[in-house]
């Protein structure tokens, strides 16, 4: 069993920035790809940045140039740098893992519960 726990999450001015974490626990073997995603109430929920294992990056074009998503793989931790913050990046943003754990091999999705992160004009 693995558990995702966001944090860093907040209400920013316009401009400013955040930095979200995601901490993952329990019986984890490995840990593969990483994103972030965000959803806003009435939208589907998007994945805003991913990271492989091997560092390998890809943003939507919005946030390019503007956030850096990274990884501390003996940490079990990934991050979400967001700069220049603008009011329509305000969501719920989530961690998402895909994770071996000790007791299979497979791969299984899990996700964080969400940080809410607002920025006003």
């Known amino acids: 069993q693995v558990q995702l726990v966001e944090s860093g999450g907040g209400l920013v001015q316009a401009g400013g920035s955040l930095r979200l974490s995601c901490a993952a626990s329990?019986?984890?073997?490995?840990?593969?790809?990483m994103g972030w995603y965000r959803q806003v109430p009435g939208k589907q929920r998007e994945l805003v940045a991913a990271?492989?294992?091997?560092?390998?990056?890809n943003y939507i074009d919005s946030v390019k140039g503007r956030f850096t998503i990274s990884r501390d793989n003996a940490k079990n931790m990934g991050n979400l740098q967001m700069k220049s913050l603008k009011p329509e990046d305000t969501a719920v943003y989530y961690c998402?893992?895909?994770?071996?754990?000790?007791?299979?091999?497979?791969?299984?999705?899990?996700w964080g519960q969400g940080t809410q992160v607002t920025v006003s004009s």
């Open positions: 998402n893992a895909r994770v071996v754990v000790t007791t299979d091999l497979n791969e299984d999705d899990y």
């Open positions: 329990g019986s984890i073997f490995s840990i593969n790809a």
């Open positions: 990271i492989t294992t091997g560092g390998r990056t």
